[in-house]
């Protein structure tokens, strides 16, 4: 059995109930982590997360399936081997179990104590140190009906890791703790898990603490998925708070039937909604993820070329020294496109960060007609605009061509045109991260 792998679990099912009232919960889990690692269980209310915790837990007995943990099989284990592996896991529940009698201190001592790896002197002296690395060193001597739901939690907290146990499972362990709090203790976990190699496996919905894992992964309706799948069902999510109250239909679909309001406030809902998710996955560099953003960024291309009466809208990423074509019609049949900095009109504005608008592409030295050649577009107008990070570097050039009423863009368009991209900018940033991630 290989120990550098505490968690191995194998196409594990499990329901609860007899009969004509069974119900599956898991379906085929399987998920391997190994010693040291941190790994998140993300996924909605019901989905299973606690069920799955008290089955690495031994705390309920595995039915098919099979589940190693801390190199035994626990699979119609016997009660020994049971109590055995529940010995070396710190737990961090939701029921927290404390001895109410008892005053904090003594609660986190005797979990000291249980785990038998450390000599009598020091069980109290680890308990001390524990509580007060989770801010209780004012509360020691509180009984937990004394205490507050968040101190309770943090006193169990503290009994849970003072132990340094080879394997910590926590559901929910900052769910009633504030900010800082909760950064201490997940600070801890690192810290047992990197420097005392344990093993951690955490199911929490709080986006603040997503950092600290090596690895998420994410449950839904009992079925466990790899960090690109769970990435996928979240783009779902958010594609579908796009389509909310309206028609299930594709984004370019829905975004082509805004007016100009409604289009403006769901870009603001999407940027939120997409620097939440940028924060969510910071550790992952993912093709899934961009592929979809590539479809939205596509949409509000076009739905900007719309609001503004262009014939043509296309944004360029600037990648190294040079400009790529990222969003614009027929993208696929004109294979990738490359530019330059300082070379044409939108390197021109990538260099400077200064918009430009131009009334006749053909008599301006700086247009590069390459393009028109390429596509066989014929440009006349050109509105080009820089689109900036949060240091105030351009990192793409937005552009549209030719006002369809044959008029040359205007000042007032400029201005419009700006508005927009500044909402939108979050989301390019955030396409250019995991771009950059991905290289
Ligand atoms: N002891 C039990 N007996 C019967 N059904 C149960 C039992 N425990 C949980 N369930 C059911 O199993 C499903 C999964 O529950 P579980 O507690 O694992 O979900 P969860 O993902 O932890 O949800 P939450 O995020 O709300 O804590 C739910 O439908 C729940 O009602
Ligand atoms: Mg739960």
Redesign the pocket.
Known sequence: MDRSTPIQVQGLNHS??KGELK?Q?LFDVSVNIRQGEIVIVT???????????TLVGALRSAQEGSVQILGEELRDARPSTLEKVRRQIGFIFQQHNLLGALPSLHNVELGVRASGKFPRSEHRKRAREMLGAVGLGERMNHRPDQLSGGQRQRVAIARALASEPAMVLA??PTASLDKQSGREVVDRMKVLAKEHGATILL?T?DNRILDIADRIVH?ED?CLSTFTDAVIANNHHMMQMLADNRQKQPIEQVVDQLNENEFRELLEEITGESERFLEATALANNVAFRSMLDRGLFAFTRKLGLLLNAERSSLFLVDGDELVLKVSENLEAMGEIRIPLGSGIAGAVAMSGEAIRIDDAYSDSRFNRDVDKRTGFHTRSILSLPVKNTDGEVFAVAQLLNRKDGHPFNADDERRFASFMQSIGVIFQTQLDLGAADR
């Open positions: 609860y109930g119900k919960i996924g909605p209310s019901g989905s299973g997360k606690t069920t799955l915790l559901d929910e199911v919905h449950l009992g």
